[in-house]
Nanobody, 116 residues
Framework: QVQLVESGGGLVQPGGSLRLSCAAS????????MGWYRQAPGKQRELVAV???????NYADSVKGRFTISRDNAYNMMYLQMVNLKPEDTAVYYC??????????WGQGTQVTVSS
């Protein structure tokens, strides 16, 4: 079993920045892809960004140019750097990992609130 723990969320003003972290309890070399998802109140969970084992990335159109996903397999960490945050980015952000055997693991989420 793998545990994923998110951190770094909080309250930030519009235009501000945050960096989310996802710590994995086991080696990330077994993960084919990892990603960040978010869920706002009353809405479905949506993809924010994904990063593959070869470090190729993909982003939701709404965050392109503002968010950057990265992973550090040596330290079993994944990150989401968020700049120029907007109120519509307010959500619970979840870390997800998928192994080559198609096993899925989710973190418990971290709240991001963008408000003045």
């Amino acid at each position: 079993q793998v545990q994923l723990v998110e951190s770094g969320g909080g309250l930030v003003q519009p235009g501000g920045s945050l960096r989310l972290s996802c710590a994995a309890s086991r080696s990330m070399f077994r993960f084919n892809s990892m990603g960040w998802y978010r869920q706002a109140p009353g809405k479905q969970r949506e993809l924010v960004a994904v990063i593959s084992s070869d470090r190729s990335t993909n982003y939701a159109d709404s965050v392109k140019g503002r968010f950057t996903i990265s992973r550090d397999n040596a330290y079993n960490m994944m990150y989401l750097q968020m700049v120029n945050l907007k109120p519509e980015d307010t959500a619970v952000y979840y870390c997800k990992a998928e192994t080559r055997a198609a096993e899925l693991f989710w973190g418990q989420g971290t709240q991001v609130t963008v408000s003045s």
